[in-house]
């Protein structure tokens, strides 16, 4: 057990120091220190710096937005999609808004298009879930009638990338001061977006 201890204390120590400096401003000298063991038993648990930094990726790639934000309560609310589209734009502000989801972006945006033994960040990745999530309910809101019918793909960057681009300039800290601000900016983003796409 204290070995994976350990072991788990090895890779959050190091999703700190990658998130704050870069891939490449993380050593494991310093992993090792701020962790408490000596260098040499870093590689008890990681063969490498690299090793430790996919299984960084590996465990966000496990996460689910949809289990966080598309729960039976907001899916009953679809057939109102001016509020829908609030909710489900607040409780995605409010999954970005968490700590570790802050400090993934930020290393995300560092390493953007950076190689990194056979693993490539990028923002794209990051948000193919949300995308999927926001083709499938927009393809049945244009289904039951409820937006005008355009290309989803369209659509659904229309709605997307503003949102990251709001959280990327908003939400640039620990430091979650400006969050009300950001869900204000958010819900505004989606009453014109429902303006724009509603069926009238």
């Given at each position: 057990?204290?070995?994976?201890?350990?072991?788990?204390?090895?890779?959050?120590?190091?999703?700190?120091?990658?998130?704050?400096?870069?891939?490449?401003?993380?050593?494991?000298?310093?992993?090792?220190?701020?962790?408490?063991?000596?260098?040499?038993?870093?590689?008890?648990?990681?063969?490498?710096?690299?090793?430790?930094?996919?299984?960084?990726?590996?465990?966000?790639?496990?996460?689910?937005?949809?289990?966080?934000?598309?729960?039976?309560?907001?899916?009953?609310?679809?057939?109102?999609?001016?509020?829908?589209?609030?909710?489900?734009?607040?409780?995605?502000?409010?999954?970005?808004?968490?700590?570790?989801?802050?400090?993934?972006?930020?290393?995300?945006?560092?390493?953007q298009f950076t190689k990194i033994g056979s693993r490539v960040?990028?923002?794209?990745?990051?948000?193919?879930?949300?995308?999927?999530?926001?083709?499938?309910?927009?393809?049945?809101?244009?289904?039951?009638?409820?937006?005008?019918?355009?290309?989803?793909?369209?659509?659904?960057?229309?709605?997307?990338?503003?949102?990251?681009?709001?959280?990327?300039?908003?939400?640039?800290?620990?430091?979650?001061?400006?969050?009300?601000?950001?869900?204000?900016?958010?819900?505004?983003?989606?009453?014109?977006?429902?303006?724009?796409?509603?069926?009238?």
């Amino acid at each position: 057990m204290k070995y994976q201890n350990t072991k788990e204390k090895i890779l959050l120590k190091s999703f700190d120091y990658f998130s704050n400096n870069g891939y490449a401003g993380a050593s494991i000298r310093q992993i090792a220190r701020s962790v408490g063991i000596r260098e040499s038993a870093v590689y008890n648990h990681y063969k490498s710096k690299e090793e430790i930094f996919s299984a960084i990726l590996s465990r966000f790639k496990l996460k689910s937005i949809s289990k966080e934000i598309l729960s039976d309560d907001l899916l009953d609310q679809i057939t109102n999609p001016d509020l829908f589209l609030k909710d489900f734009t607040l409780r995605l502000i409010e999954h970005w808004n968490k700590p570790d989801e802050r400090k993934f972006i930020r290393l995300l945006l560092m390493e953007q298009f950076t190689k990194i033994g056979s693993r490539v960040l990028s923002v794209s990745d990051y948000l193919d879930e949300l995308r999927s999530i926001c083709k499938m309910l927009f393809s049945e809101m244009m289904k039951s009638g409820l937006i005008k019918k355009a290309d989803v793909d369209t659509i659904t960057d229309e709605f997307v990338v503003p949102l990251f681009f709001l959280r990327t300039e908003k939400m640039n800290s620990d430091d979650d001061k400006n969050i009300n601000a950001v869900k204000h900016y958010a819900v505004k983003h989606a009453e014109y977006f429902w303006t724009a796409v509603r069926v009238v």
